[in-house]
Structures are given as C-alpha cells and as structure tokens.
C-alpha cells in the first residue's frame, strides 16, 4: 500500500511540474505591432527586407514585436517544443500582427508566449 501510495505521489508531482513548466504565469494580452527579427531591428530600429528578416530567423535569430503603444517584445512558442514560425508565419515578417498570448517579464526581458497570430486588419 505504500509504495502505490509513494507511486501515485511521483507521478502527481512529475505531472504537476510538466503542467506549471507548460503553462507560463503571467498576463493575457493581445496587442498589435511590427513582427520582424531581432538583428536588424533591436540595435536601433533599423529597416530590412522582409527576405532579411525571414533569413535571420531561419538560421536562428529570436522574432521580435514592436508593439504600437510601446514596447519590445520576444515572441515565444506558446507550446512547448513546438516552434513557433510556421511557413505562414514567416510570410508575416516585417508586417504588422496581431498577438494573444502571455507577457512574461523578467530582469528586463519581455517575451509574449503565443496563443494566437493572425496579420492586422
């Protein structure tokens, strides 16, 4: 009886740990800004082709949101080991977007964990 008890026990903890690591803690927002990469734009807002940016990011560079009313943003995967840029996605760079997702701030890094990515209207 113990040991199923014990047993039960690690699994509910093994699970619990994969659901918080899952689910990131912060706000829910949806905001609208510039998609682009990193390189170019986070030095000093430089302008790049939408080539350039899906070059950047292809071989690895983070995808960065310049959101209208202010702010820098990293867009992150909102699941785990699931990438984020799909084919579609990338045709989105250097466009401006729509993002839902959770902000997740720390140490002064803002990331936005993606629910859901569409093109402005």
Known sequence: MKKAVLL???????TSTCW??????GQEVTMTG????TFC???GGAKC?????QDCVKS?????????KGGLY???????MKPLMTPERMEMLQSKVTVTGTVVKRDGLQ???VKKLEKAK
């Open 111 to 113: 990331a936005i964990y």
């Open 8 to 14: 039960l026990m690690a699994v509910l903890l093994l």
């Open 41 to 43: 734009n986070l030095p």
């Open 20 to 25: 918080a690591a899952e689910h990131p803690k």
């Open 49 to 53: 082709t939408k080539q350039c940016c």
């Open 60 to 68: 690895g560079d983070p995808v960065l949101l310049t959101a209208d």
């Open 34 to 37: 510039m998609m682009s990469c």
């Open 74 to 80: 990293i867009l992150l995967s909102g699941e785990q």
